[in-house]
């Protein structure tokens, strides 16, 4: 089981199995990763821009997306994006390596104000930090 917290400068991935969390800086790890390419694009526009982008069949109550990327060197193979009536709601994704990928997410708020607080970690005293910053 992993955590991921982002605090605007540093990703701080905590492998629960493993004790041990890697810190990375954010912009230079987000820039890399298939999330961060989908994370990145402002809106649809631009998302079109970087992605070919599929509608898929509905499913599971769900309307459905591929997104493949433009770009042949890539990181992202294709993500599946699920939308309900408010928003996305599962992404699935394929890395060049063939690894698979998938996020659920719930109680998402679009515009809700959120303290810095809510993601600062500090790591737990009986666990390995490898720091890559």
């Known amino acids: 089981e992993q955590a991921i917290i982002a605090d605007g400068r540093a990703v701080w991935l905590y ?3 493993l004790q041990q969390v890697t810190v990375s800086d954010q912009q230079r790890t987000l820039a890399t990763s298939p999330a961060g390419l989908l994370l990145s694009a402002r809106d649809l526009q631009a998302l ?3 992605f ?3 509608d898929l069949p509905d499913a599971q109550g769900l309307q459905w997306m591929l997104a493949k990327p433009k770009q042949k060197d890539a990181a992202l193979l294709e993500a599946k994006l699920a ?3 408010q928003g996305l709601v599962r992404l699935e994704m394929v890395d060049a390596f ?3 990928s998938a996020f659920r997410f719930a109680g ?3 515009g ?3 303290s810095a607080g809510a993601f600062q ?3 737990p005293a009986q666990v390995d930090v490898i720091d890559q910053r």
């Open 52 to 54: 070919a982008l599929q």
């Open 108 to 110: 998402v708020g679009m």
């Open 48 to 50: 079109r821009g970087v």
């Open 98 to 100: 063939g690894q698979r």
């Open 112 to 114: 809700q104000a959120v």
């Open 83 to 85: 939308f309900d009536g």
């Open 15 to 17: 492998d629960l199995d």
């Open 121 to 123: 970690f500090s790591p």
